[in-house]
């Protein structure tokens, strides 16, 4: 099974952007469907992107739409979250994770296998 480990986080001030990146070994990454999924303080983790095995197949929390891309080369076996235009409230951990079974919605937490350890992202005002 993979293994993720998330890169990118940082400080940014509100309306700036970061790119996240989960980088994954020890599988077949292309068999995998991917999520980011964030966790601010206090509160549970919460659904932002989702894609496809071949990167055809996209969505995202209504909060984060217009605003923030997934993407992924499965040759680098990495996926990516490019969020602009951020703000202070997406101040949180953000996480991917990797999912091999369609068992529970893909916005559902319970829906994937594997976790990375998670990337802090803060937006200052």
């Known amino acids: 099974q993979v293994q993720l480990v998330e890169s990118g986080g940082g400080s940014v001030q509100a309306g700036g952007s970061l790119r996240l990146s989960c980088a994954s070994s020890?599988?077949?990454?292309?068999?995998?469907?991917m999520g980011w999924f964030r966790q601010a303080p206090g509160k549970e983790r919460e659904f932002v992107a989702f894609i496809s095995m071949n990167g055809g197949s996209t969505d995202y929390a209504d909060s984060v739409k217009g605003r923030f891309t997934i993407s992924r080369d499965n040759a680098k076996n990495t996926v990516y979250l490019q969020m602009n235009s951020l703000k202070p409230e997406e101040t949180a951990v953000y996480y991917c994770?990797?999912?091999?079974?369609?068992?529970?919605?893909?916005?559902?937490?319970?829906?994937?296998?594997?976790w990375g350890q998670g990337t802090q992202v803060t937006v200052s005002s």
């Open positions: 020890g599988g077949t990454f292309s068999s995998y469907r």
């Open positions: 994770a990797a999912r091999s079974s369609l068992r529970s919605p893909y916005y559902s937490t319970l829906g994937y296998d594997v």
